[in-house]
């Protein structure tokens, strides 16, 4: 009896340092990132009571275990075996019974807590997003806008509507904890509430390809007066855009998500960068040479597996894009002209 209060009183103890311990490095109370979003709260508060009951349960194990090690080792000179045990009824009731219930209890607040964050906020808007090897890119419907940045007001709920132009991608955002999958061929929903102010990412969280790790993109959570601000000046720049046909093409370049592989700054990605691209000697997987005019990238646009950059993988990793039109292409060629 008097081991059994012993190592009552230890498996006390340890779950309170194992607890206290996982909350000094971020791992209880609140999880690493700050909060960001409404319903980062009722994840956060799971996580702490799953803590404290993987706390005791670790505690639980270990104590007993190393206790016995250390206590009823065998002594010097004692060859006997140990005692038999029959089995023990009440114990056997107890530890099924009383996980049983602790898992009871953990299903119901989970379902309560995934009721919390998927709760409907009649006024929500909505934004639509399109995830592809390897960038984001959202639509405003109510606005006309794209953009390859999201921009939110703070405390408002928006659902975006997903869905993947190619293989399955993962929308995450780790302040706003709640992560989603987006998957071909169909539209996932997304509702979050920003709360914290600031710029964040978002990040791919599901292996998508090549450049998988480079698939994240900003999000700017602001006060209602400079989302509405932006709004103003993204409509007026798509307008003035519109009047060239460079503008065009840049426009073009956002919407279907060409930036997700090719830079406009000479930074390396998955695609050749556009910057100086144009008028440029490239040399091609084969070993021969080509110039970079208008025919070489309409061509490269239609059938990308024509002529392949030296250094890129063939296959090319693009795909083709057959329903661009011929005044669309060339307003794609107007732009990449103008970076340099
Ligand atoms: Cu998209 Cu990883």
Redesign the pocket.
């Given at each position: 009896m008097q081991h059994f209060v012993v190592v009552g009183i230890l498996v006390i103890l340890m779950s309170i340092l194992t607890y206290f311990g996982l909350d000094a490095i971020g791992l209880a109370k609140q999880m690493h990132p700050v909060v960001g979003s409404a319903q980062a709260a009722s994840i956060d508060q799971l996580w702490n009571l799953e803590m404290i009951v993987i706390s005791f349960l670790f505690s639980l194990i270990v104590v007993p275990m190393v206790y016995s090690l250390v206590v009823f080792r065998r002594k010097k000179g004692d060859t006997s075996d140990g005692e038999h045990f029959e089995g023990n009824t009440t114990l056997e009731i107890g530890w099924t019974v009383v996980p049983l219930i602790i898992v009871v209890v953990f299903a119901y607040l989970g379902a309560y807590s995934l009721g919390e964050v998927r709760r409907v906020d009649p006024q929500a808007f909505v934004v639509n997003v399109k995830?592809q090897?390897?960038v984001w890119t959202f639509e405003y419907p109510e606005y006309g806008i794209i953009s390859n940045e999201l921009y939110l007001p703070a405390n408002k709920q928006v659902v975006l509507k997903m869905e993947s132009t190619d293989v399955i991608?993962s929308f995450w955002v780790p302040e706003w904890r709640v992560k989603q999958d987006v998957v071909p061929g169909r539209v996932t929903e997304y509702r979050i509430t920003p709360t914290l102010q600031g710029n964040f990412k978002v990040r791919?969280a599901?292996?998508?390809g090549m450049s998988?790790y480079a698939?994240e993109n900003l999000i700017v959570v602001t006060s209602e007066e400079d989302y509405n601000a932006w709004i103003a000046e993204q409509r007026l720049l798509a307008a003035t855009a519109a009047q060239t046909p460079e503008g065009q093409g840049k426009l073009l370049a956002v919407q279907y998500g060409c930036s997700g592989c090719h830079s406009v700054d000479g930074s390396p990605l998955t695609g050749p960068t556009w910057f100086g691209l144009f008028g440029k000697e490239e040399e091609l997987l084969d070993g021969s040479t080509v110039t970079v005019d208008e025919a070489y990238i309409t061509e490269s646009i239609v059938e990308p597996n024509a002529k392949i950059v030296a250094g890129f993988t063939s296959p090319s990793a693009m795909p083709a894009y057959p329903t661009l039109t011929d005044e669309e292409i060339s307003n794609i060629i107007a732009y990449i002209q103008t970076l340099k």
């Open positions: 995830a090897q390897f991608h791919c599901e292996l998508c998988h698939m």
